[in-house]
C-alpha cells in the first residue's frame, strides 16, 4: 500500500510541475501594424459613409502577408473601419502586400519588412482606388 501512495504522490507531484515548464511552443512572436489609407473613398465630396458602409469597404480589402519567398501565404489580416490593422507574427523576414481589390494600386506595397522580437513594425499603406 505504501508503494502505491508513494507512486501516486510521485505521478501527482510531475502531474503539478508538468505546467511550470513551456516546453511545446518557443516561437517568439512580432507585431505589425499600420493604417491602411484609401483615397478617393467616395465619388462626390463631402464623403460621409456609414459605419456599415465603412465595414464594407474596408471588409472588401485585406493585407496579404507572404513569406521571404512569397511562395506561400502567411497570414491575410482585417483592416478595421477606422483604417487601421495589425497583427503578430513569429520573428523573420517576410512580403507585405494587398489583394488588389477592384483598381486598387499602391506605390507602398509589395515591401519585404523584417519583424524582430521586442519591435513594433509600422507600416502605413496609401492606396488609389481610381474611384471617379
Known sequence: MKKILFLISIIFT??????????????????????????????????????????????????????ADTSEVVQRVAISIDGTYGTNLPVGKYVVDINYYGDDLSPDVPIEVELISGFVTTLNINIDSHLQ
Not at 32 to 48: Q, R, S
Open 14 to 67: 510531475i502531474v503539478l510541475l508538468s505546467g511550470c515548464f513551456n516546453v511545446g511552443d518557443s516561437t517568439v512572436l512580432a507585431t505589425i501594424n499600420g493604417k491602411f489609407v484609401i483615397e478617393p473613398m467616395c465619388t462626390v465630396e463631402p464623403c460621409d459613409l456609414t459605419p456599415k458602409e465603412l465595414e464594407t469597404f474596408y471588409g472588401a480589402r485585406k493585407i496579404i502577408i507572404y513569406t
